[in-house]
């Protein structure tokens, strides 16, 4: 089982990456280096963790941006938003449209060790091709 973790924070990418040591986990900073990362990768990641907000992407913009390549449209992801984050009518027309189609989990802070591990698991367990649970 193959982990992306996408977050601009250190601590967060540390902490993250510590949960799922039982996992093969790779941890980038931006969401460049994630598209990147996943366009230079022969063996693309099963899940993918990612912060709502990165220096250099939106977090649905890039989630969008990666389930368009027919290389990457099978990962399950995981959006860490914080619980108070205003979303347009646009972002939540698209967030509405990718739990739809079960290819978007969200994970509202304050998120545990638990939680997390948890929801990875269901993610990975699911017989579904990109599951979705909302914590």
């Avoid at 913009?61 to 449209?73: F, G, N, P, V």
Wanted: charged share 20%.
């Amino acid at each position: 089982m193959k982990i992306l973790v996408i977050e601009q924070r250190e601590w967060v990418r540390q902490w993250i990456s510590s949960m799922l040591m039982s996992y093969q986990t790779v941890v980038v900073h931006d969401g460049l280096s994630a598209l990147q990362y996943l366009s230079n990768e022969t063996d693309v990641p099963d899940v993918l963790i990612l912060n709502e907000q990165l220096p250099d992407f939106d977090g649905i913009d890039l989630i969008e941006t990666i389930l368009s390549y027919q290389r990457t449209s099978f990962i399950s992801m995981i959006l860490l938003s914080k619980s108070d984050t205003y979303y347009s009518m646009e972002q939540q027309a698209k967030i509405y449209a990718m739990l739809a189609d079960n290819e978007l989990g969200i994970l509202m802070l304050p998120y545990t060790i638990l939680t997390l591990v948890q929801k990875n698991d269901y993610l990975i367990n699911s017989s579904f091709k990109n599951a979705s649970m909302i914590c």
